[in-house]
């Protein structure tokens, strides 16, 4: 059955490679038949976080809120799309996170990091990890790192590298398996 899964790109640098590992990504569930909206904190142009969405007046929000509240409502997952600075999690994606709450209940999430060099963007994901689940959607265990990204995935996100899809498969197998768990719990009911 068709899945909801946003990909929540982290960067907005001018020449960011993320864009390259979320073109794969998205391609890649795309294929499998589901719907993957792009959350891309440089077209959303978030204001640095001062008031959550769930702390606005109900109508009162800006627009971009209120249509990204809509997208992750929607979502029975998320694929989180991040590169590392200086060991942690982009700036840009710790904003666009951290502008919601209830919107991630209930719903799994899965990393893909990436970095120029050889560890993938490993160390950004383990603190990721604990942000999302904080956030209330909690990692698979699986990562999908993605080391030496500007030769591992052309600029149109096509893979240059033969373990890669291997590795994406069974990755988004996991995902799957996940989300289709927890959307048949969230009909059923959640505990608050």
């Not at 891309?40 to 976080?49: F, H, I, K, R, V």
């Not at 373990?163 to 048949?184: I, N, P, Q, T, V």
Request: charged share 25%; glycine share 6%.
């Amino acid at each position: 059955m068709p899945l909801v899964v946003p990909v929540i790109l982290g960067s907005v640098r001018r020449d960011r490679n993320g864009l390259r590992a979320a073109r794969y990504v998205i391609r890649a569930l795309e294929a499998r038949g589901h719907e993957v909206p792009l959350v891309d904190p440089a077209e959303l142009g978030l204001p640095l976080l001062d008031r959550m969405y769930k702390e606005y007046p109900k109508g009162e929000a800006p627009a971009v809120l209120e249509d990204l509240a809509t997208t992750l409502r929607r979502a029975d997952a998320f694929v989180i799309v991040s590169a590392e600075y200086n060991h942690s999690i982009p700036p840009a994606l710790s904003n666009t996170l951290d502008h919601f709450l209830e919107e991630y209940f209930w719903r799994p999430s899965a990393i893909v990091c990436y970095s120029a060099g050889r560890y993938g963007g490993v160390r950004a994901a383990m603190q990721l990890r604990a942000m999302l689940a904080e956030l209330g959607t909690p990692s698979i265990p699986s990562l999908l790192p993605i080391p030496e990204v500007h030769r591992t995935l052309d600029e149109a996100g096509t893979p240059q590298q033969p373990w890669l899809d291997k590795s994406a498969g069974r990755f988004l197998d996991e995902l799957a398996w996940y989300a289709e768990a927890l959307r048949d719990r969230r009909r059923a009911g959640t505990p608050y």
